[in-house]
């Protein structure tokens, strides 16, 4: 039996009812992994591609949201900025009919055909960047999550709160485990937020680290990587030769540098993700190994990081307790240079 799948693509168009046969719609589905930035950087690429593909055609964006609840069963942070700012603020003006969970309007203007080349996002005014506090190692967690159940929810709750089938948000395999975003012994909580539904090997594979939003980023990453794992129905692959004529994924085709790195053992893996992941530089990658980021790396592995099931030494979990490393010893670094320079 075909198994049956969302589609989670984000750069489809496709013609729909024959009244907008000749408008273009693009679809965006913010999925859990997302956050602010990169859903706002993927929804603003599609619209920008689509206007140089079909300059002039009507742009109809619609966008759907999985997961990203608050504690009020509104939308979390993230996402109320996406709908509520982002697209009738900012995206607007290029488009000619959005449709949101909390809206759906047409502009009553032209569309503008002057997309700016690059979407740049300032921190928030408050000084606040959302970041991983590198200097406290405290613990971070998408939303305040004031649930403190005792056991885990079930696989249909927080497929629910998915807004999924049940299968591995990476491979799509049906056989799932229940997987903490931040993990129970690095204090996370039960609520059906701090899970995602991962398949065997890629529960064994993910971080145990006390960012949940790298734990999410890390799912994001992984399913592009893993993408020639994902075995798409027969049903699914007909819908989307009816009405998608480019950007159906390839999904035979495996990621060869990755099949490489992995080939090569746990240090060549590491690499693999520090650049592909946290986006090392090559100058930064041969620094891998001095003493200094070494013992910086120890110290935040000890501090913020846990073992999970016995698997104590994992590319993910490494790979971010190195790149949390980094961010300190150029802190310092910095620090150091300015003393001289009085
Ligand atoms: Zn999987």
């Not at 609520?191 to 539904?197: I, M, T």
Request: charged letters at 30%; a neutral charge.
């Amino acid at each position: 039996m075909p198994k049956k799948k969302k589609k989670n693509n984000n750069k489809i168009s496709m013609n729909v009812t024959p009244e907008r046969r000749k408008s273009i719609l693009l679809y965006h589905d913010m999925r859990v992994e997302e956050d602010f930035e990169l859903c706002a950087q993927r929804i603003f690429e599609v619209v920008k591609s689509a206007a140089k593909k079909y300059p002039g055609k009507p742009r109809f964006l619609w966008l759907s949201v999985q997961g990203h609840l608050n504690d009020l069963g509104g939308f979390d942070h993230d996402s109320f900025e996406i709908i509520s700012n982002f697209i009738p603020e900012y995206l607007f003006p290029y488009l000619t009919e959005v449709k949101t969970p909390l809206m759906h309007v047409r502009n009553p203007h032209p569309q503008r055909e002057d997309i700016p080349g690059l979407l740049i996002i300032n921190p928030p005014e408050d000084g606040s960047e959302d970041k991983f506090d590198h200097h406290s190692f405290a613990r971070r967690q998408r939303e305040y999550l004031s649930d403190s159940r005792s056991s885990k929810p079930s696989v249909r709750s927080i497929a629910g709160y998915l807004g999924r089938d049940g299968s591995c948000q990476i491979c799509w395999e049906s056989t799932v485990e229940r997987a903490h975003a931040l993990p129970e012994a690095l204090g996370g909580s039960n609520d059906v937020r701090n899970f995602a539904l991962l398949c065997p090997y890629h529960h064994q594979m993910a971080p145990d680290v006390a960012d949940a939003e790298a734990f999410w980023k890390w799912i994001d990453y992984s399913y592009d990587r893993d993408s020639h794992m994902r075995e798409m129905g027969e049903n699914v692959q007909q819908l989307l030769r009816k009405y998608i004529h480019e950007a159906v994924p390839n999904n035979s085709n495996r990621n060869n540098d990755y099949e490489k790195a992995k080939e090569g053992g746990f240090d060549q893996e590491l690499i693999f993700e520090l650049k592909n992941l946290y986006g090392w530089t090559q100058e930064e990658l041969g620094g891998l190994l001095e003493r200094r980021l070494v013992q910086e790396f120890n110290r935040v592995r000890r501090a913020a990081t846990t073992n999970h099931r016995g698997v104590g030494r994992k590319v993910s979990t490494y790979a971010w307790a190195y790149n949390v490393a980094l961010r300190r010893v150029k802190d310092e670094e910095k620090i150091r240079s300015e003393r001289i320079i009085k």
